[in-house]
Structures are given as C-alpha cells and as structure tokens.
C-alpha cells in the first residue's frame, strides 16, 4: 500500500469520527434539553458515522491481514485516536442518557 492509499484512509477515519464526535455533542445538548428521544436519534446516527469509520479501518485490516505490506504513519495514529476516542465518548453518552432519565 503507498502512502497516498494509507492516507487517504486515515482521513476517512479522522472524517466520520470526527463526525460523529460532533452529533454526540449534539446528543448531550438535546439531554440537557430533556429532549431523550432526540438524544437517542442523535446517538444512533453517531453510531452510524463511527460504522463508516471503523469499515475503513477493517479494509486496512484486512488487506493487512492478505499479506499487504502497510507502513503506519503519523496520521494514521492520529486516526486511530480519533476513533477511540469517540467510541468512548459515545459510550459515556449513552451512559449519561440513562442518568439523565433517571433523575429527569
């Protein structure tokens, strides 16, 4: 795989999780409006963005696991923290809304 391949994937994951990140906020503004059926919509379309993302990863995966030769860069660490990051703060989302509900 060359660098241009590699990158190009990186910034597909950096894309949609980044995308994602911005709808778990929108998620949190509709809790804190104790609107839960928006917040809910708001995480699973989160979801749906991280699922884009984490397909570009499991291409990468899978070509590596083909015998593919993939040499990892900056950026694709950088994408890789991107995703993490989200799955979590999408995790503690969906935590919260629970919370949220309970004391509402």
């Known amino acids: 795989m060359d660098t241009e391949e590699l ?26 409006a104790n609107n839960y059926a928006l917040a809910e919509q708001k995480l699973e379309d989160a979801n749906d963005e991280m699922l884009k993302a984490h397909q570009a990863q499991t291409d990468l995966l899978q070509q590596y696991a083909g015998g593919t030769e993939i ?9 890789q923290d ?14 919260m809304l629970e919370l949220y509900k309970k004391v509402d």
């Open 71 to 79: 040499k990892i860069e900056i950026i694709m660490v950088h994408a």
């Open 82 to 95: 991107h995703l993490m990051t989200t799955m979590t703060l999408r995790e503690v989302a969906l935590e």
């Open 7 to 32: 990158q190009v994937a990186a910034f597909e994951i950096i894309l949609n999780s980044g995308n994602a990140r911005s709808i778990v906020h929108e998620a949190f503004e509709a809790m804190r």
